[in-house]
């Protein structure tokens, strides 16, 4: 007889906060979690692509920009040379999914601001999609500076690196930014349908805490938008604390910013929410799970300026060598 492994009592929580009328996607949920798929990894090709190509390719999703690919399972592409040479970097499915919102930014060669930035990921989806005339890529956990910095050199980003809290991110750099990414630290509850460990991440305490940090950044965050700019706020976490409420929160207290629908991704609207905002979810099969949402400053005005020489002193680095 086969038995079912019971569902530790904080995720079965969490499922039922979020369908709490429906047992079956709670199921769902519960089981993609407990046994995790073999998921497709995918390559940003920062390059033209070589011919031939190097893996097979499966098909894309609607959300998938053109110089994404998604790899068969098991393909391991950070293993070959064309890896090392720069033409791509890996990422997951559930981030290109995140940040399918920047490709809904109309603003031609905006600034970027990229707030919680290593590896890169997302600064390299920022960068393909709206070529920034000027990315600053932050990280504030010095330890995770060298990869974000290496990452970048590799392919040949240009962005200046910046290592500051937020708080002082708003004050030297308050409104110079069209679009600012916040892909926040987060109680990382979507490792776990990857067959990562990460106990305790459905712990209420792990959950609040994680959600006030967020909070705080968005705060800062939310200062360094240019009037007309946008913030997009972005998790790999499931807790509503940490999305769609943390999302609520911030239309409450800066009520300047609206939720901008993004139609490539109307089909996964979130259930959670009545503004414009995304979820991957694990048991869709198509990643280990996300949430994004793209808000617009509907201010007018112009904001400020670059401040160059603060830039110049602070900068760790500057991949592109200038
Ligand atoms: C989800 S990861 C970012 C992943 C990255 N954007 C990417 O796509 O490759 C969150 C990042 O936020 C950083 N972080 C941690 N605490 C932070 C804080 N208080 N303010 C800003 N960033 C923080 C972490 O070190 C981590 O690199």
Known sequence: MVTATPVPRFLAKLAGQIWPDDPQAQSAFTTA????????????WCRERPEPLPFPVLAPYPWQPAWVDRLPPDTQPGRHAYHAQGYYYCLDISSVFAGAVLGAIPIPNPVVIDVCAAP???ALLAWRYLQPQVLLVNETIGKRVGMLVSNLRRCRVPGVVLRQDSQVLAQYLAQSAAVVVVDAPCSGQSLLAKGDKNPGCFHPVTIGKNANRQRRILANAAQLVKPGGYLAYLTCTYSPAEN?????????KFPQFQAVAVSDLAAA???LADFPCYRLWPQSGAGAGAFTCLLRDCTEGTGAEIPWAWLAQTAVARPDGR
């Open 120 to 122: 890169g990921g997302k």
């Open 244 to 252: 769609e409420e943390n999302c609520r929160w911030l239309l409450g």
């Open 269 to 271: 609207q979130s259930h």
């Open 33 to 44: 979690l407990q046994t995790p798929q073999r998921l497709s990894p995918g390559i940003l």
